[in-house]
């Protein structure tokens, strides 16, 4: 029992979209159809992308990035707007996870270092705002944007071109508000972080497999499987609770459009009013279950993409 609510607390999203897809199997019994629910390549690429950026994690591309950069900065504004935008940035190509995953304990650090402690909260919280925001602007970013330009046939130009408008407003907003940081001078000291020597043949392995996700984000390859066979555990820091979330949701919205009242019910608000019933169903079950469920009931991806 400890266990399940354990489970739970940890995994709340994953545990609650099982028992709905375990739930809406007593309506709709395990048949034939099942195997069309789950969408392989959308599984497929998420893993790949996990992995290759856990592999670049575990070589501290990243924060060596982030040291490199920071070493321009001379006050506090600057150090934050760089701690932020690097979470901005970043995040629209290595997601939103992984960007805060990296660079949250590394601005902890740089400001520790500093003595600026006081910052460290406001800057966290820009960061994951920052994150959220910028990997909004491309496929990639975050795994509600990969799945729904897998499914829409958008190209990439259009695909921005949605999102553009909504992302340079972000940077605004987030430059304005960085502005409320007390100005001041600072000194970085000397950076005794120690990473181990930098592996090339690996970094060049992840860079090649990075370049073959996107190229297969992109439609131009088909999707494939990034088995990182050279460094095992890579395994181990992929997130297999998004993977199962996604399989479990895909089982129930498959169900859900069987079910002809359900069926008709959601279709009819989803139709008439996409945008916002993404807006309010993210608030409410998040971004990934609400994308994957409003979308099996409406094909109008854009104002999906956008709510």
Do not use: W
Not at 49 to 64: D, E, K, T, W
Request: with cysteine; aromatic share 12%; charged share 15%.
């Amino acid at each position: 029992m400890k266990a399940t609510i354990t489970f739970f607390k940890k995994e709340t999203v994953l545990a609650v979209s099982l028992v709905l897809a375990v739930i809406s199997c007593f309506f709709v019994p395990p048949d034939g159809e099942y195997a069309g629910y789950i969408d392989v390549r959308v599984i497929a690429l998420l893993f790949s992308l996990m992995a290759v950026m856990a592999g670049f994690r575990s070589l501290f591309v990243f924060r060596r990035i982030g040291g490199a950069l920071l070493k321009k900065t001379k006050t506090t504004l600057s150090l934050c707007a760089v701690l932020v935008y690097l979470c901005f940035f970043s995040s629209m190509l290595v997601t939103n996870d992984v960007a805060l995953i990296t660079f949250v304990p590394f601005a902890i650090e740089v400001l520790l270092m500093c003595g600026r402690k006081e910052l460290i909260l406001p800057v966290a919280v820009f960061q994951t705002i920052a994150a959220n925001l910028g990997s909004m602007l491309t496929p990639p970013g975050n795994p509600q944007n990969l799945f729904l330009y897998s499914i829409s046939g958008m190209t990439v130009s259009e695909f921005v071109a949605v999102m553009l408008p909504f992302s340079a407003l972000s940077f605004i907003m987030l430059a304005i508000s960085l502005l409320i940081i007390k100005r001041g001078k600072i000194e970085l000291p000397e950076n005794k972080a120690v990473y181990p020597a930098l592996n090339m043949k690996r970094l060049i392995m992840y860079i090649v497999l990075f370049v073959v996700c996107l190229l297969a984000v992109l439609h131009i390859i088909n999707y494939f499987i990034a088995l990182i066979a050279v460094d095992r555990r890579i395994f181990g820091r992929i997130d297999y609770g998004l993977l199962l979330t996604f399989v479990a949701l895909f089982v129930l919205v498959g169900n859900l459009a069987r079910i002809d009242a359900v069926y008709g019910f959601i279709y009819g608000i989803t139709t008439d009013h996409p945008f916002a019933i993404s807006v309010g169903a993210s608030q409410i079950i998040s971004n990934v279950p609400a994308a994957l469920l409003i979308s099996g009931f409406t094909d109008n991806y854009t104002e999906i993409l956008k709510g």
